[in-house]
DNA sequence: CACTCCCGCCAATTA
DNA sequence: TAATTGGCGGGAGTG
């Protein structure tokens, strides 16, 4: 990622490579020519030869291999000198830090060395992210070749990739014009919008999703048969629009690509495994896919995959399914797409600073709909079809051989038919598993489940999440676990806190859940608004707070694990059905405790009317923790450039709160992002949670966070200090009514959550907040709306470290959140309150710093996201999500509690 | 052995 | 017709 960035920043482009740059220069210079110059006289010049280059020529001369070709050498020469003279860059750095190759290793230079995402990344090296509109920077692909040393076919492979998101367009034969990623956000909102409506239509209505889903997964069971049916589809082809011809393009891996990128943002949990991508992009859907076909649709993915990953859009992982696990890939670029992506960089003021991008967010939905045709050429996709079509090709599959795929799928399907269903297997699996990976799995999976309505897509589970945070990526380390849990929202960030097994997670884990809970964690909100906890990391801290809570918080790590499981063991199945959480509600404290020890992480507080107030979405109160998260990532797609978010991420992967601090938001008030560090680090320590309370006044009218930081505290103090333990990193209030309010934060709520809280912290916290202010429903925690439901998402540790994009939509933010709280407590599902309303509604203008909560929420949201993107997106399929899905959580949750 | 995915043949397109 | 594009799948590298 640094790499990246540094190029970015850097210089504009391309100098690159001395040695390389000779050789260029021929070629470069030819800038206008259209006409592609001469490989030929490239190659045959190989002329800078580097000290390594004669190694090379040694080595080739003992290699035949090597020998033959003199093309290879000339083109590892230029690798070489590139990664060696250029930029070693991190590029090469992370590459060899990986392999660790180095330096001997050069002489052949392995496989890795020469992957597709590698080169992709050298090339990315070469030009501006946000290359200066006045210039344009032209692409000679005979030049590139050669400077990268590698076929030209290989620059095919990337150059259709990033011309399928408009970074590059081609000009002339041999030439292309490099854009950069000024337009990205554009492109991508559009294929949003594209992927909707071919995919995401199923989504649209619940039931229409469910039944979507259900396709789905059916469809992946199976298998396939047949396909057939598909009247779906075909959108797969859009461009073909015309269809016609087809011919090749059709199955253009420009289109391949594109349509890859549409189901990451259709998923609600943002993840996608290979295997179902490449059903239901095997356009033709006939069913015909034959098992040859799907492989062969497979290696085009990692073609793809290598690319996208190359530009920081999304990252590998595993899906754990029953089956076993399985590729996928996880987005962790910008999820919603307020008007530019340039966000990042300034947004002016008009632009909104948050709430603007927030509610861009939000909004994006509405719009996604709309829009449709901006593909243009290549991106034509046909938006007719979306569902069917998707089904058939899935179904078309059939064949598919895997069934593993369609194991997900079947959870989802399951889902589909009911979540509930699917709540009650996660929860059993849970249970049963209560292992680790079950849990992670299985709150995948019910998270998916709530979302998967959503999407077939998201089918993934998110048990993967402790894959994710394998990545490599910084986002690695929180993420992991918590991600799992994507109930925890909270816990997320706490998770990986947790994770850090060092920490007390003992404390947490077990003991005294409750302990600390009680103590701390409160918010009390005035009125309505909601208040966001998050705590993450802290939990460890939370030890403290723990003892009780601290079991959980700090077991987060483990407790992520432990979390989850005990949420959703507990829990989980009660959560798990219903996003609404009732099944909490049911229980309130007894659960809620457990549960929420088992959380952790962070809890919200919402006030009692939020919901109201949040309107639609307030219904229901699980959505608090969701729709922290939602504002976060809201904030979060405002300024974080999705590419930033990553970076940041991987630095910091600490919590979300991190995150968050990273994003610009943090309002004065996040000081604490050192705290946040610490929290983490301390792990042990009391913690501080990293708050960032912000003050209504602030600006943000609407919101109110409180950031780990510990401080936030003032503001919270109350809670806060006392809650030490809380974990809670952050609070939001949104609404307007924050300013009105007071919040309190528990620290420890998170901590609360999850163990066992509840009493500890539901009870306790949600006492406090029922009591201070809430009392309406006790709950504490709000969720926005759709949080309903998030219950689950595991994912949340992705997401935080990968705030930047993660953001997913609101949605799944807040529903993770929300479904954690919900889970965690009874309380949460009190209210839902609906944190997007509040930054909205009342948000009046929300500051930039309202940004940072949104990183805040990507921490959020990351745990719950992955259940509730699916919601959201349905939602925003319908501007009813908001409503519908909030309604659909209020209902659960009133009927649930019922 | 499974997962990745490099490599390059060769067909479709384009100039 | 030659060159450029790019689908495709064998099979090798990696773990």
Known sequence: ENIFDRSRMAPKTPIKNEPIDLSKQKVCTPERNPITPVKIIDRPQPDPWTPTANLKILVSAASPDMRDREKKKELFRPIENSEQSDTPDSLQYDIVDDSTVDEFEKQRPSRKQKSLGLLCQKFLARYP???????????????????????????????????????????????????????????????????????????????????????????????????????????????????????????????????????????????????????????????????????????????????????????????????????????????????????????????????????????????????????????????????????????????????????????????????????????????????????????????????????????????????????????????????????????????????????????????????????????????????MLCGGLQENNSSELLPTAGDLGNGNAEAQAAVPPTVCQKRSSHKCSSPSAPVDDEEPAPKKQTLEHSFLPLSFVVPKEPSESSKAESSPGSGCSAAVHLEMDRFDLTSPAAPEAANKESIKPLDCQEQEKPSENKDPDEPPPGNEHISKENANQPFQPQYLYVQPTAGLSSFNFLFSANQAPGAISLAANQMPSLSVPCVMVPSAALASFPVVCSPSFTSPLSPAPDGSFSAAASTNFSVSSLASTTPVLISTTAVVTPKVSPAPPVDPQQPPHPALHLSPVLTRSCSAVKLDSPVCMGHPVTLLKLQQPSSAPLTPKSIRPAHHEAFFKTPGSLGDPVAWKKNEGNQTRNASSVQRRLEISSTSPD
């Not at 706490?494 to 409160?522: D, R, W, Y």
């Open 129 to 531: 992210n946000y290359p200066l509109s006045t210039e344009k920077t032209t692409i000679s692909l005979d030049e590139v070749a050669s400077v990268l040393g590698v076929e030209r076919r290989r620059i095919y492979d990337i150059v259709n990739v990033l011309e399928s998101l408009h970074l590059v367009s081609r000009v002339a034969k041999n030439q292309y014009c490099w854009h950069g990623r000024h337009n990205l956000s554009q492109t991508l909102k559009m294929l949003q919008e594209a992927g909707e409506l071919q995919y995401g239509e199923l989504m649209t209505s619940q039931h229409k999703e469910q039944d979507l889903e259900y396709k789905f997964g059916e469809q992946k069971r199976e298998t396939i048969p047949d396909s057939q049916d598909r009247p779906l589809l075909d959108f797969s082809e859009p461009d073909c629009s015309s269809a016609s011809a087809n011919s090749r393009k059709d199955k253009s891996l420009r289109i391949m690509s594109q349509k890859f990128v549409m189901l990451f943002l259709v998923s609600k949990t943002k993840i996608v495994t290979l295997d179902i991508a490449a059903k239901i992009l095997i356009e033709e859907t006939q069913d015909t896919v034959d098992h040859s076909k799907f492989k062969t649709k497979v290696r085009r993915l990692y073609d793809i995959a290598n690319v996208l990953t190359s530009l920081g859009l999304i990252k590998k992982v595993h899906v754990t399914e029953e089956r076993g696990r399985k590729p996928a890939f996880k987005w962790i670029g910008p999820v919603e797409f307020p008007e530019k992506t340039d966000e990042l960089r300034g947004h002016s003021p008009t632009s909104d600073p948050l709430p603007g991008t927030q509610r861009g967010a939000c909004v994006q939905y509405q719009t996604s709909a709309t829009g449709k045709q901006r593909f243009t050429r290549h991106a034509s996709f046909n938006s007719a079809q979306p569902c069917e079509a998707t089904r058939r090709r899935v179904s078309s599959e059939p064949n598919s051989p895997h069934q593993e795929k369609q194991a997900s799928i079947v959870n989802s399907d399951e889902n589909c038919s009911k979540m509930i269903n699917l709540a009650a297997v996660c929860r059993q699996k849970i249970e049963e598993d209560t292992g680790n990976k079950a849990c992670d799995t299985e709150t995948i999976l019910n998270s998916a489940k709530n979302s998967n309505i959503t999407l077939p897509l998201s089918l993934l589970p998110v048990s993967g999440d402790s894959d994710f945070c394998v990545n490599p990526l910084p986002q690695a380390v929180f993420p992991v676990v918590q991600a799992d849990v994507p109930s925890f929202s909270l816990p997320i960030g706490i998770s990986s806190q947790a994770s850090h097994p060092s920490t007390p997670a003992a404390s947490k884990t077990e003991n005294g859940k409750p302990t600390l809970v009680p103590n701390q964690p409160f918010l009390c909100f005035p009125s309505s608004s909601l208040f």
